[in-house]
Nanobody, 125 residues
Framework: QVQVAESGGGLVQPGGSLRLSCAAS????????IGWYRQAPGKQRELLAG???????NYIDSVKGRFTISRDNAKNTVYLRMSDLKPEDTAVYYC???????????????????WGQGTLVTVSS
């Protein structure tokens, strides 16, 4: 199996900070790309930030300067550090990964796209 799982969500006051984690597990050879998304109630899922295998990073304008994406290759984990949180940041946050790995020990490597189950971030006083 190749999968990803988010963690780190919770309730935070406006102006506060959180760090989300997206951990990939399984027979992983490399993580080609991980993107962080969010989906607020009644809204479409939107891509916030992404990081590729070379460390190239992109952000949408609304989170630039407040959110920081980083990766720990040894842990197969990508983080999203969020600061100066606002009530409008309240959403379920997801990571989406493109992973080079194997589904079985004897199977040939392949590229797999995986979504995590999401982690809820609530910004409220």
């Amino acid at each position: 199996q190749v999968q990803v799982a988010e963690s780190g969500g919770g309730l935070v006051q406006p102006g506060g900070s959180l760090r989300l984690s997206c951990a990939a597990s399984g027979r992983i050879l490399s993580i080609n790309y991980i993107g962080w998304y969010r989906q607020a109630p009644g809204k479409q899922r939107e891509l916030l930030a992404g990081i590729d295998r070379s460390g190239n990073i992109n952000y949408i304008d609304s989170v630039k300067g407040r959110f920081t994406i980083s990766r720990d290759n040894a842990k197969n984990t990508v983080y999203l550090r969020m600061s100066d949180l606002k009530p409008e940041d309240t959403a379920v946050y997801y990571c989406n990964a493109n992973i080079l790995g194997r589904l079985g020990a004897l199977q040939a490597p392949g590229n797999y796209e995986r979504w995590g189950q999401g982690t809820l971030v609530t910004v409220s006083s």
